[in-house]
């Protein structure tokens, strides 16, 4: 919500969180890099944005170096709309997880120019901690055994033993925080560093605002985007989402993975057959080629409607009454979560690019299918600053 906001001047984004990035570096160690925890610092770069955005602009006021304005395209404080970080299952229960992020490929440094010698390593280490021996910080999290439910109801949706929100693979235990003092503590899949309340990580602040170019080096492919599209009926993109996703394609002209612009305009200049350029976020795996529909023509023209007979209107009360007893069905809780886990298909989470004097600046998010990316990637990796 907070990057919905209107800003007087729009390169005061950075200083305008700063309040609340404070309370947030009390509770992740390492802080955060341009709203970005470096915790989770890949699987954030995969945000999303749920309503169009724009790029935000710099005022005629700003006399600073261009360089250095402190609106980064891959950071959401570089646009304005409404934006969201993945609600990772591997990670985290509940809600409407539609992604799951499961190794980290690469190591990502921050800088203050393009051309910077000096580079800050970002400490993402959430693959570290998902690998982690059972047990592992036990000061700050209670590990028990998961034991899944014999059967379970539709309606289990928002909880976090819902079968259908599981990380891919059945987890065999589950964290408890034993720093969170409220009637549900949080709950997660596996550990993660947090701090007591009160405190701060000092090694936070040396990634002020100056660093705002990132650098690593990753795999990299050229796929074919097409004018098919996808919206969203499930997941966290159900929130009012207005752009949708385009098919990527492989030569062959089969399917391989999905696209996702920022705004109408990048979504309508994508025409058939127009390639874009994709680098390698992090592995994972996502549901969107199996939760998705692809769009379809809506009819502009509507039948007049006339009134129904006494029968037509007791089918459709048979059909109401026959929908909503098989939504409170009970089933077989293995069952619903081999279903779910059909539909999570392996890949790498993607960012789509540009380039401009030698920077990459982001123009989207994107999921393509793990064997495909493989066959299309350049085998070596190659050198990427993102500004």
Same mark, same amino acid.
């Given at each position: ?19 609340? #990035?404070?309370?947030?570096? @009390? ?16 699987i954030?770069? #995969? ?11 710099? $005022? ?5 170096h ?6 980064? @395209? ?24 539609? /992604? ?13 120019y393009?051309?910077?010698?000096k ?7 959430? $693959? ?12 700050s999290?209670r #590990? ?27 987890? @065999?235990? =589950?964290?408890?925080?034993? %720093? ?23 090694? $936070? @602040? ?18 074919? /985007? ?8 499930d ?10 996703y ?9 399917t /391989?993975?999905?696209? %996702? ?7 309508? $200049? %994508? =025409? ?95 999921? /393509? ?15 990427i600053?993102?500004?």
């Amino acid at each position: 919500m907070f990057n919905a906001r209107t800003l007087r001047y729009e390169e005061d984004v950075y200083n305008a969180f700063a309040g609340y #990035c404070t309370h947030l570096n @009390s509770i992740f160690p390492s802080g955060f890099v341009y709203g970005h925890p470096q915790t989770f610092f890949d699987i954030s770069l #995969c945000w999303i944005a749920s309503r169009a955005i724009r790029r935000r602009k710099v $005022s005629e006021r700003y006399t600073g170096h261009p360089a250095h304005q402190g609106l980064p @395209s891959w950071s959401w404080m570089g646009w304005k709309g409404s934006t969201h970080f993945p609600l990772d299952a591997e990670s985290e229960g509940g809600g409407f997880p539609t /992604v799951g992020f499961t190794e980290s490929i690469t190591e990502w440094y921050a800088m203050e120019y393009p051309d910077s010698y000096k580079k800050q390593r970002i400490n993402s280490t959430w $693959s570290q901690c998902r690998k982690a021996p059972v047990g592992s910080m036990a000061e700050s999290w209670r #590990c028990e055994e998961f034991e899944p439910p014999a059967l379970t109801r539709r309606t289990t949706r928002y909880k976090q033993s819902d079968p259908i929100k599981m990380p891919k693979e059945l987890p @065999s235990h =589950r964290y408890i925080s034993l %720093l969170d003092e409220g009637p549900c503590p949080e709950t997660r899949w596996y550990p993660i560093p947090v701090m007591p309340f009160g405190t701060e990580d000092e090694t $936070s @602040s040396g990634l002020h605002r100056g660093y705002q170019y990132l650098w690593c080096r990753t795999a990299r492919a050229i796929l074919t /985007v097409t004018d098919q599209k996808l919206y969203p009926t499930d997941g966290l993109h159900t929130i009012d989402h207005q752009v949708p996703y385009h098919l990527l394609k492989n030569k062959d002209g089969g399917t /391989v993975g999905a696209l %996702l612009p920022h705004n109408e305009h990048d979504s309508e $200049s %994508l =025409r058939q057959d127009t390639p874009v350029e994709l680098i390698a976020i992090a592995k994972g795996w996502s549901t969107i080629l199996k939760e998705e529909s692809v769009e379809k023509e809506e009819s502009t023209t509507h039948p007049a409607e006339t009134p129904l007979t006494l029968e037509e209107e007791e089918a459709i009360r048979e059909e109401k009454k026959e929908y909503w007893s098989e939504f409170y069905k009970e089933v077989p809780w293995m069952d619903r979560f081999e279903e779910g886990k059909e539909k999570k298909q392996d890949g790498y989470h993607v960012l789509w690019i540009e380039w401009e004097n030698g920077v990459a600046y982001r123009k989207g998010y994107g999921f /393509v299918l793990e064997k495909e990316w493989n066959s299309v990637a350049e085998t070596s990796r190659v050198d990427i600053t993102l500004g």
